[in-house]
Every structure is written in structure tokens, then in C-alpha cells.
């Protein structure tokens, strides 16, 4: 897959899944909301993943992105953009995901007795946050890119060539 159709691809699934978690609400249905909440932050961390030409097979993308931050060095507002992404991708991670999936195997809690309509909430409150995040993120870094583009091939049209 190309980096343009792997972010565009990972946001039409985090939309998707931000439909069924507003569905899942409207019903009163938490633990499903949870779990599809948790479905569009990690899609959203693979989009912004995606951006950098990063594809991982996780439920946790928070620890690439700060990676990215650490090892890195985008645009200011790209970089303010993953920071204000990481908070949302720790809380809906991996232990999300699995909690809504299997419960708290350790004290037998079944997980529809783990979430409430405040979990609901703020679920949903980051994944509608995430899906914002992911396109602002894609608009941003294709801009920069094609500005970047265009800067090198000035350059490079400078530049004298070279005659034999």
C-alpha cells in the first residue's frame, strides 16, 4: 500500500468505527461504545503512523508515536498535533481493548459490567477528538510535503548543470 491510501484507509476506518460508537451510545449499549471508541484511537494513531510511513500490527500506537517525537523532528504543529494525540492512545490502548473484549479475567468481571455511561462518554469524547486529529494531521503533512517538494526542485533548478 502507498502512504496516502494507508492514512486515508486508516481514517475511513476510524470513521466508521466512530459511527458505530455513536450508534452504540444512542443505545445505551457502553461496552460496545468502548470498544469501538477504542477501535477509532487506535485507527487514528495508525493514520497519524501512516503519515510517517509506519505501519505496525498493534493495539497501541502511542509508542510509535513517541518514538516519532523522540527520534524525530516534524513541524511544530505536527509535533504539538502527536502530543496532543498521546493521552487519548494511553488511556484507549491495549488493556482498552482487551478489557472490552474478555473483562477483567483477574477478579471475573465480565466486561458489561466494566464500563458505564461515564466511560461511554469519555470514550467517545477521544475518539471523536482522534478523528479530528487524524485528518487536521493528514492535511497538514501533505501540505508540508508539497512544500518541501517544491523548495527541492528549486534547488535544484538553481543549480547549474553540468556540461562536457
Not at 5 to 11: G, L, N, P
Not at 22 to 35: N, P
Not at 131 to 136: F, M, N, Y
Request: aromatic residues 6%.
Amino acid at each position: 500500500m502507498s502512504t496516502s491510501r494507508d492514512v486515508a484507509f486508516r481514517i475511513a476506518l476510524a470513521e466508521g468505527f466512530l459511527a458505530e460508537a455513536e450508534q452504540d451510545f444512542t443505545l445505551q449499549r457502553w461496552r460496545s461504545c468502548v470498544d469501538n471508541a477504542q477501535l477509532v484511537v487506535e485507527n487514528s494513531g495508525k493514520a497519524a503512523l501512516a503519515l510517517f510511513g509506519i505501519a505496525p500490527k498493534t493495539h497501541d500506537p502511542a509508542h510509535q508515536i513517541a518514538s516519532i517525537l523522540r527520534e524525530q523532528t516534524p513541524p511544530p504543529n505536527v509535533s504539538e498535533l502527536l502530543h496532543a494525540m498521546l493521552p487519548d492512545l494511553l488511556v484507549l490502548g491495549a488493556k482498552t481493548h482487551f478489557l472490552t473484549d474478555y473483562g477483567d479475567e483477574a477478579s471475573y468481571t465480565l466486561p458489561w459490567d466494566l464500563f458505564t455511561q461515564a466511560t461511554a462518554e469519555d470514550a467517545l469524547r477521544s475518539a471523536r477528538r482522534l478523528v479530528q486529529t487524524a485528518h487536521l494531521l493528514q492535511e497538514i503533512i501533505t501540505i508540508w510535503r508539497q512544500e518541501q517538494h517544491e523548495a527541492q526542485q528549486a534547488m535544484n533548478a538553481d543549480q547549474p548543470e553540468d556540461s562536457e
